[in-house]
């Protein structure tokens, strides 16, 4: 059975108030570095054999702290990067939630394409075939970690669940959270969801 840990990066200064998506120099701050600590102790006697991040430095910088308990490397896979939003990058959350196409976003995410960006579909199909992918390689009972974002962890998620894409907003995850989707006999299943080590560890 192929473990997956999906991990959501940690806060950063753009969290709940910028869409950041795939622009760089976004590095985690003060309270996403305890964050990314304390997911990695909550990780520490897991059996793991990798560990996979997006390539923006707020994942990389999530998963470093979890492949170093383990004595690994953080490899780069650039199937986990972010959705590409396009001329939403860099709005305010107030800017964004007032747009016309934000409704559409909500009820019928099916149908949106971000200008300049690629749709939820694309997306979701980008994550699904990386997931797949990664299980091929990682047979044989192996626990893998992918750091990762907030939309792509919902788009895997939704789709292995078997939720139409419309309502895949439905699904919380939070910074620096775990989700776990395991795979035995080429059935998957979704045994944790949005664990947040930094509210229960104290």
Partial sequence: MT???LVRHGLNDFTGKRLAGRLPGVHL???GRAQALKTAEALRNMPISAVYASPLERTIETAQPIAEVHQL?????????EMDFGDWVGQTEEVLHARDDWKTLLAN???MRFAGGETY???QTRMVSTIESLRV???????IVCVTHCDTVRLILAHYFGMPLDLFHRITID???ISMLEFGNDIPRISLMNYRPDQLLG
């Fill in 175 to 177: 910074t620096a959270s």
């Fill in 3 to 5: 473990t997956f840990l």
């Fill in 29 to 31: 701050n003060e309270a």
């Fill in 73 to 81: 490397p953080v490899l780069i896979n650039d199937g986990l990067i």
């Fill in 109 to 111: 995410a099916s149908a």
């Fill in 137 to 143: 390689k990682h047979h044989d009972d192996q626990m």
């Fill in 121 to 123: 579909q694309e997306a």
